[in-house]
């Protein structure tokens, strides 16, 4: 195609001469085909009425001067177009007709030209046009298959993340940085495994907590009768005992009430939670709970301090249930002062609030702050052989009575435990 186009320029090119010389008023001399021949790059040629060639470009070329003469013998006609070959080189020819009054010796003007430069230049823009179209598929090629290859990788690593999480991997993650609909669906298998991961967690917790619930459980009801029949036999004994042995008597019945909550907070956290709600003086569980730990602390060299709001409303609240918080939190308190130390146990009232509250605080180590987020979630303890549910059960109770529990800096240097109730709770 780019070939013909131009030998089609090239043909116009060397009609517009012809034109110029058959119909002009430039001298037919064949100083100016020779002028003019250079500038076409051409060979001219005059033909005489004969048939023979007049003046021309073409110099000592014998053949294609042959060639001229010939095809014009064997009929070629005025003003038209043909093709000569002259050795392995093809001429396109342009014949123009003179008019009768331009020159009387000269019939036509033939303009001559080798395709071979044009046929040439259509071969290498050809090629070029082979090659360029060719490097384009290899170019198309290699960028559909870098767009395969940023499909189907990241489609064989999710798959194998899928595999992972289907194995039980629950920590496998992935991201794309530059595939955004990939990644939205990367990011929907990370939300999966992480969600999955947590689930797993909280049933692995919620198994934990319900076997050790039902563990404590069977203990503290093995325990509880044996503690009943020595609490009955104790109080028999000290009706009969004078009254300094008495006293003695009195102290380990507080200690057998002591153990009697202990269990009790154990049989309470292996089943369901029931609460039996009563308008409560919160001074009479606190003071009751915190008398029973005051003998045993003594021994340990820990000083236990009541403080007590004089009057307090009654609140409705499961007096059993408070008890049970206040026994967890005096245990722990407790373990903390290994060494001795001083615990406090009061209650209060906040009108600004519209809230009653009761607290624990100790002279311990206190608790980091970096711990204080997972607290009361159950899943750890500092303590060596603790199991971590004493905070969460209570947290879970005073949440079940509408109250909150927190933890504060205490002024003692160590840990203040603060349950707070709604004064709404007021009966």
Known sequence: ??????EERLEDQLGHAGDVLAEGELPLTE?????????LKAEIALIQPNGQLGPSTLGQD?????????????????GTTTFIQKRSTPFLVVTRTLPKARDSRYLAVAVAASLGDAREAGRRAAWWLGAAALLGILILAWVGHRIALSITQPMQELARMADRITAGD???RMHFSHAKELNVL?????TMAQRLQVYEQEIAEQNRLAALGSMGARIAHEIRNPLTAIKLELQLLSESLPDQQ???????LDEVRRLELIAASAL??????????????????VCEVAQLFKTQFKHRGIQLETISEDTLPGILVDPDRVKQILVNLLVNAGDALVEGGVIRVGTGKNTVENELFFWVEDSGPGIPIEHRATLFSGTNSSKPGGLGIGLKLSKELVELQGGQIQVEESSLGGARFVVRFPMENKQ
Do not use: C, F, I, Y
């Not at 100083?31 to 500038?39: A, D, E, H, K």
């Not at 008495?246 to 380990?252: D, E, N, V």
């Open 62 to 78: 014998s053949e294609l001067r042959a060639s001229l003469t010939d095809r014009w013998h064997s009929g070629l006609q005025e």
């Open 170 to 172: 629950r920590t496998v």
């Open 268 to 285: 309470q956290a292996g089943q369901g939670t029931h609460l039996s709600l009563k308008s409560t003086d919160l001074n009479s569980p």
């Open 31 to 39: 100083n100016l085909l020779q002028r003019l021949g250079r500038l």
């Open 246 to 252: 008495r006293a003695m008597a009195g102290s380990l």
């Open 1 to 6: 195609m780019l070939t013909l186009s131009l």
């Open 186 to 190: 990367a990011d929907a298998l990370n």
